[in-house]
């Protein structure tokens, strides 16, 4: 088999598609679907279209994707039909832009890099790796997203905002560089939450043997999610200052004004802030109601493509500036198209022109401050 009949193969069954319904799709017989996948034949160009249409992934994705990507799910993430086309869309998503940063950094003649830090988790030493971490990015003692987001990105770790389906918060891929994918529809303490669960596997888990991970909040099962759960906590709500948060309040924190308190004390979610005050007895499971209602998100993605609605320069609401620098860098040298930059950066092409002729007025200068923001969260497991 070549690199391209396994990557048509990764990509139908991600979708939970068999060769039968793909076949009846493009109007063709299913043996010749299994012989474009066992290497036998090959599509012809109007065949690859059609193919890459009803995938979702662009031609040249299924045409030069040879780049395995090992998604592994750490739970059972999708529990319907809609569910597994939504997330297996995502994957094939990521697995397209993770082809397209080394296409990116090939043709710019940039060698990736990645998270230079590695640890070994420990629980009784996690507060201690906790602040290595703070350390180490330069950390305020009050984390947010925003100041995660510019920490990460100075250290080789590019953010994607992406549409993604409503049970997959994030997720992340480690190899020759390191890549975190966060569901931009969620509240922004949420993302916080999420950004700092999937930079625990990118210290803690991706080694390389496996190199991408599947996260999702709601799991409670693998050994791994809730290693990444405790960290995340950790990082935003250090046990020692709960501690002492709880010695100064006490019984205030049992009251909402001073529950509300504690959690813009933090800056984290209500939800975050309660399993931390249940871990010292402070509250109980039982009481939540009291304290906030937790909102149920939808279970089916709405219609839609994860390109990113921009205004104006806002490109780097959804590109990591790293990767928007280079790009930028290849089009003004005339080595890119203003549609490969878009494919790129799983943007429109109108906002790609829009955001290039202002960068052509402005002499060259590519990249803005990232500014993404602050809000709401919800949702943190044990």
Request: glycine share 6%; proline share 4%; aromatic share 8%.
């Amino acid at each position: 088999m070549s690199a391209f009949s396994d990557n048509l193969t990764r990509v139908r069954e991600r979708l939970g598609m068999n060769q039968k319904t793909a076949a009846s799709r493009m109007g063709i017989s299913s043996s010749l679907v299994s012989k474009w996948e066992k290497g036998e034949r090959t599509p012809d160009e109007a065949q690859l279209w059609e193919l890459s249409r009803i995938y979702g992934v662009d031609p040249a994705f299924l045409r030069e994707g040879a780049r395995a990507v090992a998604f592994q799910p750490r739970s059972m993430v999708a529990t319907s039909s809609d569910e597994k086309q939504g997330l297996g869309a995502a994957l094939n998503d990521a697995a397209a832009q993770i082809h397209s940063l080394y296409a990116v950094w090939e043709m710019a003649g940039v060698m990736p890099q990645r998270l230079s830090l590695t640890l070994e988790y420990s629980e009784p030493r996690l507060g201690e790796l906790a602040s290595m971490v703070r350390r180490f990015l330069g950390l305020n003692d009050r984390v947010t997203y925003t100041e995660l987001c510019q920490a990460l990105a100075e250290n080789s770790v590019l953010v994607f905002e992406w549409k993604l389906p409503p049970k997959l918060s994030g997720l992340s891929h480690q190899r020759d560089f390191s890549v975190i994918f966060v569901n931009r529809n969620m509240p922004e303490r949420v993302k916080l939450f999420t950004l700092c669960h999937e930079l625990a596997h990118l210290l803690f888990h991706l080694r390389g043997d496996v190199d991408t991970a599947v996260s999702v909040m709601a799991t409670r099962n693998d050994p791994h999610e809730k290693e990444a759960n405790r960290f995340a906590a950790e990082l935003l709500m250090p046990e020692c200052k709960v501690d002492e948060l709880v010695r100064r309040q006490g019984t205030k924190l049992r009251t909402k004004a001073g529950f509300f308190a504690a959690v813009d004390h933090f800056g984290v979610s209500h939800e975050a802030m309660f399993y931390r005050l249940v871990q010292r007895n402070v509250v109980s499971y039982t009481e939540k109601a009291r304290f906030f209602t937790v909102v149920a998100r939808p279970q089916v993605e709405l219609e839609g493509a994860r390109v990113g609605e921009f205004e104006g320069r806002r490109l780097d609401a959804q590109v990591p500036p790293q990767l928007l620098e280079l790009v930028t860098g290849l089009w003004l040298a005339s080595k890119a198209s203003i549609g490969k930059v878009a494919a790129w950066c799983t943007a429109s092409r109108s906002v790609v022109e829009k955001y290039l002729a202002s960068v052509a007025e402005d002499g060259g200068d590519a990249v803005e401050d990232v500014d993404l923001g602050f809000a709401e969260v919800e949702g943190l497991p044990a």
